[in-house]
């Protein structure tokens, strides 16, 4: 139990679907972030809130929309994606600024299978 | 692009110490070592993190060389459940270049 929740862990979804997903972080902490994780692939950054604003966006595809109310919650909503955008998207949450570092907590992940 | 170099893969005899080498030789005087692990099909796990100086927590230890240019994660009793691939990133206290490569992935063996 690492403090950060997302659901689903499981989603199938036709390629004209729109769906999303949800994160919740229980830690407190400031930053948010969606990586993805492709089959065989190591892990892709694809966005990173810090107070609830967008700090990064790593030329993520449009079809993939992210949206941060609030510090705790993070979703990631998902328009017409393509088969090859199957893969495990993770959360995590961390306090950034802190002196001692920026460690990064994951939740376990959403398993999306376009079809 | 990572600024880490792992091998890609490690075996390790059950009960033994698992020492996992890591290569930041580009590494900056604000950044820090940490190390996750990600078991099939779930979330990288934290495992620690340093600075300058060797730690230790309940999971395993970190050390640094003294120029900070390479490091080793050392897991004193190996078990078939540290089975994983293991990840070492450089990032300062802000989280930049928070990039995961391909890790190096460690088979306990009984």
Redesign the interface.
Known sequence: E?G?TQTPRHLVMGMTNKKSLKCEQHLGHN?M?W?KQSAKK??E?MF?YNFKEQTENNSVPSRFSPECPNSSHLFLHLHTLQPEDSA?Y?C?S?Q??????????????S?LTVV | DAKTTQPTSMDCAEGRAANLPCNHSTISGNEYVYWYRQIHSQGPQYIIHGLKNNETNEMASLIITEDRKSSTLILPHATLRDTAVYYCIVTTNYGQNFVFGPGTRLSVLP
Do not use: C, D, H, K
């Not at chain 1, 950034?96 to 992940?109: A, D, L, P």
């Open positions: 690492t950060v930053a972030y990586y190591p892990l950054l990173v495990l993770l995590a961390s950034r600024g802190q002196s001692s570092g920026n460690t990064i907590y994951f939740g376990e992940g398993w």
